[in-house]
């Protein structure tokens, strides 16, 4: 469970919506915690999503007590 509030930017949801990604399927992702790794002080998630053809790589950023979803894309490569 998250402890964080989350907010999704403009930019994420535009992504969210361009690649037809549901905010629980986000969350799912973050919770999983899966494949993160830190770089340049942001958290990156990378998991793969029952019924999509490629993972989903979810890039955010942590302060104080939010969390701030800046990103969330399809990899088109598979890592």
Do not use: W
């Amino acid at each position: 469970m998250i402890n964080n509030k989350i907010i999704f930017t403009r930019h994420s949801k535009q992504r969210m919506k361009l690649y037809n990604l549901s905010e629980e399927t986000v969350m799912s992702i973050i919770e999983a915690g899966k494949s993160n790794e830190i770089h340049d002080g942001k958290i990156i998630y990378i998991d793969s999503v029952e019924n999509f053809p490629y993972p989903i790589k979810i890039i955010c950023k942590i302060e104080n007590d939010l969390r701030l979803i800046i990103s969330c894309y399809p990899l088109k490569r598979r890592n």
